[in-house]
Nanobody, 114 residues
């Protein structure tokens, strides 16, 4: 069974940075595109960023230029570097593969507040 374990969240002031990690297991990591999603309080889960198996990336308009997705195929891990954080980035962050697995991880909470 595919598993995702997200970490790296926390409380940060506006303008600050965080680096999220997602360690995967139960899948051949290197052949899948990987996505980051987030779920703000009281809202639906939304797409944040994607990275293909070849390293091509794409971002939601709300995070483009501030967030960077990357991957390490040796460590079976996908990362999300988040800079210039804003209060509206507050959410639980999740990763998943493409095609999407029905098994989601527990997510990691990111809170941006002064």
């Amino acid at each position: 069974q595919v598993q995702f374990v997200e970490s790296g969240g926390g409380l940060v002031q506006p303008g600050g940075s965080l680096r999220l990690s997602c360690v995967t297991s139960g899948m051949i990591f290197s052949i899948y595109a990987m996505d980051w999603y987030r779920q703000p309080p009281g809202k639906q889960r939304e797409f944040v960023a994607t990275i293909s198996d070849g390293g091509a990336t794409n971002y939601a308009a709300s995070v483009k230029g501030r967030f960077t997705i990357s991957r390490d195929n040796v460590k079976n891990t996908v990362y999300l570097q988040m800079n210039s954080l804003k209060p509206e980035d507050t959410a639980v962050y999740y990763c998943n593969k493409l095609p999407q697995s029905p098994y989601w991880g527990q997510g990691t909470q990111v809170t941006v507040s002064s």
